[in-house]
């Protein structure tokens, strides 16, 4: 399929009144995201702890970066990596963003909840900052997905609190929730995906490094 027809044929305000706002909040406060974190490259929270996680990929590998949002200064990572990426994302601004940012690379206008993740397999997939701002029923269907999108062995990165937790998001305000790494383990078990490591950056966000596989 020609993922960039597929793009062009969907306007950004049809994009936008079909998922009726699945971007959590995020389209709303576009202008102000773009403006502290959307625009450039930068040092910003995550930066340091991605670059590893793609330096144990081969190079040329698939990469599926869920809510990648305008590229900077996450996905960008992954390119430069010489890894061969693929964006989604629900909010209009930030897809149009990602465009720009990287032109050329793969991007749909689709929530994660209903995407149909490019109707193929991936050797990687990274959810940064993204599975907390999602329902709970939502976040145990996107633990499913990623099981039928990665092949076997393919790898997985994201990022919610260790503790369960429902605060709330410091740039729209709304809700968010986190299940918690002892129930986030036992969802990605029960469809076949183990946590290899655990850790956390500078901003608290805690990392679930995990590949789709039984550890030896």
């Not at 990165?157 to 709304?174: E, Q, R, S, Y």
Request: glycine share 10%; net charge negative.
């Amino acid at each position: 399929m020609d993922t960039q027809r597929l793009f062009i044929n969907k306007s950004w305000t049809a994009c936008y009144d079909q998922q009726m706002d699945r971007s959590n909040g995020y389209e709303a406060v576009s202008e102000k995201f773009l403006a502290r974190r959307g625009r450039s490259r930068s040092t910003g929270i995550g930066v340091k702890e991605v670059p590893k996680w793609t330096r144990t990929l081969p190079r040329g590998s698939s990469v599926i970066d869920l809510g990648c949002g305008p590229s900077f200064p996450i996905t960008a990572v992954l390119v430069e990596e010489g890894l061969h990426v693929f964006g989604v994302d629900v909010a209009p601004s930030f897809v149009a963003a990602f465009q720009g940012n990287l032109p050329g690379t793969p991007i749909v206008c689709e929530a994660v909840q209903e995407s149909r993740f490019f109707d193929r397999t991936f050797d990687a997939a990274l959810a940064w900052g993204l599975i907390f701002l999602l329902q709970a029923e939502d976040q145990h269907r996107l633990v499913q997905r990623f099981a039928e999108i990665l092949v076997p062995g393919g790898r997985l990165l994201f990022t919610a609190t260790a503790k369960p937790a429902v605060g709330i998001d410091a740039m729209t305000g709304l809700e968010s929730l986190s299940l918690g790494a002892e129930q986030y383990r036992k969802l990605l078990g029960a469809v076949g995906i183990s946590v290899a490591e655990e850790y956390e950056d500078e901003g608290e966000n805690h990392y679930f490094d995990a590949f789709k596989g039984k550890i030896a």
